[in-house]
């Protein structure tokens, strides 16, 4: 199966999902800020490159109506494969808990998104854009500190790319 048709079906799960639970959760009403650690997988033209990174994320999860809220989740990606390259990396839209007991809570963000790679030697960048989806599986240590564990995924459209970035980190509510 192509990597076009694999996104397209994913696209329509994650618009299930959302169109599933458009009622079903009470939200959370507090702001998150998360930082943690990640790892980026980058497959394209039958290239396969990996690279550790940083993320960094806001959501909050009432900011249009009481169910729908906004994403931003942001990352640095230092080195990717074998050259010397950074990277960064941005996906905002909206965001729905599809999940919440108090304890544990799934927030999913499906967005834009957009990445610039400078590679050292040569001198040379890229910038694409595409759309993604980021989900978080969060467990809520205390009514301020939590922890997660992300999955992100990225189909560029400029240049052929398909990204996975799962992470961990820390986060606090406020």
């Known amino acids: 199966m192509k990597i076009k048709n694999l996104c397209a079906i994913f696209i329509l799960i994650m618009m299930t999902v959302f169109c599933v639970d458009l009622y079903a959760q009470e939200q959370g009403k507090s702001d998150q800020l998360s930082f943690g650690a990640s790892c980026i997988i980058a497959l394209s033209d039958e290239t396969v490159s990996v690279g550790p990174g940083l993320q960094v994320s806001w959501v909050s999860p009432c900011l249009f109506t009481d169910f729908l809220g906004l994403g931003i989740h942001g990352g640095l990606i230092m080195p ?3 050259e010397i390259a950074y990277g960064l990396t941005l996906i905002a839209g909206p965001c729905m ?11 999913i963000t499906l967005g834009i998104n ?16 595409g759309i993604g989806a980021v989900s978080d599986f969060v467990w809520q240590i205390n009514q301020k500190w939590f922890t997660y564990g992300r999955v992100q995924a990225v189909f560029n459209l400029g240049a052929f790319e398909f ?12």
């Open 80 to 82: 990717i494969g074998q």
């Open 97 to 107: 808990t599809v999940y919440d007991n108090d304890t544990f809570r799934i927030p």
């Open 114 to 129: 957009a990445n610039y790679v400078i590679i050292q030697l040569p001198e040379f960048w890229v910038w694409n854009v």
């Open 163 to 174: 990204l996975i970035t799962p992470g961990l980190g820390m986060g606090f509510c406020f």
